[in-house]
């Protein structure tokens, strides 16, 4: 019997330089399998990587959208062309006070920055930025869920930041007309860069601690797996596995049934 090919999450702390895609190339090679992350980094910035491996790179959908927790360290005073500090300098603006940087949190827009790995035609940001090609930026809602002030020593202040979904800390930074030294990204939803290990594989069912949980008999796993669905509580996605925690789909609960939404077992 042919043995499967890995499939599970791997928890990645990448280092300033590569691009979250070298990082994926990296692991598939290492593990011989399809592989894909769930939610990009910029080369210059650090920590939490979510790389899915194998079947796994079908769950991806469910881990995009989970809130991101930074540290940074903005240089207040100076904004740049890339929010950071590869860019040239093209203003100087007042030091914001302790008061105005808690102001920022809550709901925002705040326009993308040019040194994002946000695809504007199909290209990365970064790469149109690098050759010198000038684009329009597109503006996002976000949440900044929690804004913690670490460090304040003007011009420099040290950020810990709980945000949405696709928010972009550069873009704080220069929203508070400045712009980021360094950037890490400490978490990802129940994710934490503490736990990060390239030679290990998390199981299936592990990606989706965040979801409800339902075991399924023998032949309710038949039913899931052939599409139908079965009797169960709740709304929204959730996790169905057989066995020891072997996960057999991510069904769709609503109205007293569970639909299978995406089947990987």
């Known amino acids: 019997m042919t043995e499967r090919p890995t ?11 590569p691009s979250s895609f070298a990082v994926v190339a990296d692991l598939r090679r290492r593990y011989g399998t399809k592989a894909g992350h769930a939610g990009t980094l910029d080369p210059l910035a650090t920590g939490l990587l979510l790389v899915l ?22 240089r ?18 007042p030091i914001a006070s302790e008061a105005e940087i808690r102001a920022l949190e809550g709901d925002v827009e705040l326009p993308v920055p040019a040194a994002s790995a946000v695809k504007i035609d199909g290209e990365r940001a970064y790469r149109l930025r690098r050759r010198g090609v000038a684009v329009e930026m597109p503006v996002r809602s976000s949440t900044i869920h929690a804004l913690r002030i670490s460090g304040y020593s003007p011009p420099l202040v040290e950020l810990d930041l709980h945000v949405s979904s ?11 007309g400045g712009h980021c030294r360094w950037l890490r990204r400490t978490a990802v939803g129940p994710f934490r860069v503490e736990d990060a290990d390239e030679e290990r594989v998390l199981p299936l069912l592990a990606a989706l601690v965040h979801l409800p949980e339902r075991g ?3 032949e309710e796993a038949v039913l899931i797996r052939s599409g139908r669905a079965i009797p169960g509580a709740g709304e929204g996605p959730t996790a169905l596995w057989v066995g020891d925690g072997e996960l057999v789909a991510v069904g769709r609960a609503a109205g007293g049934t569970i639909r299978p939404e995406t089947v990987v077992g």
Not at 57 to 73: F, P, Q, S
Not at 83 to 93: H, I, L, Q
Not at 166 to 176: F, K, N, Q
């Open 166 to 176: 696709g928010t972009y800390v550069r873009s704080i930074a220069d929203a508070l």
């Open 216 to 218: 399924l008999s023998d």
């Open 76 to 93: 207040l005073g100076l904004r740049t062309s890339t929010a950071d500090g590869e860019g040239e300098v093209v203003e100087e603006t």
């Open 53 to 74: 491996l194998g079947r796994g790179t079908r769950l991806a959908r469910y881990l995009v959208g989970l809130d991101k927790r930074y540290r940074t360290e903005i």
């Open 7 to 17: 499939a599970g999450l791997v928890l990645v702390d990448k280092p300033a330089g």
